[in-house]
């Protein structure tokens, strides 16, 4: 699988996103600035975490605007493969290739804790590696990780199976008023949704930081071992 991670001044999460491609594929990632206007052959882009262009403006809202975006817009429309973890997620609904907002924490705190997420659907690349209803845990880091749609979107997410992960209690209860089972407030308790043709995948958690043995935990290898199987040939 050829995998190219953007970095833009501020991400901080890019080795954690390609140790975990490399680890699972076997096969270490591209890095791409977020200045280049020309792609290498790639069979999947992920924009990872961190602080691009120091969250100024909104978090994700500058870093949509980078050169690159118009790559990964029509790497995205000739049915591409596309990641979007925390800071990622937030470019990619700020470049309208997701639906949505992620607006401040509920709490008005940056969250630095784990988190639990339920697979709402395993009808896709990022998610076939678990089944649907299946519990994991992964860490999340945020201070804008409020997923925000209007109702209608938020139904049309849901009539159309595009809610990937949601946030639920350790055990897997859903309880959207509380804070152990949403901890920032995200409607409907969503962690992660998809687009229309569901190639282009955002979470605020950061699954890539559970998936070394070595580290104690691997919950989070489901979502790379997935896209394995899906993208290489
Ligand atoms: N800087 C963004 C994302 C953080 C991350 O990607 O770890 C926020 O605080 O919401």
Redesign the pocket.
Known sequence: MKAGIVVFPGTN?ERDMAQALRLVSGKAPTMLWHRDTSLPELDLIVLP???SFG?YLR?GAMGAHSPILREVRAFAERGGYVLG???GF?ILTEAQLLPGA?LRNAGMR?LSQDGFLRVETSDTAFTRDWSKGDVFRAPL?????NYTASEAELDRLEGEDRVAFRYVCPHGTLDAASRVSNPNGSQRSIAGVLSANKRVCGLMP?PENLVDPDLGATDGVPLFSGLVKSLVA
């Open positions: 999460r975490g961190g602080f969250d978090s973890v925390c800071n937030q992620l940056f880091a945020h201070g804008d990780g950061h």
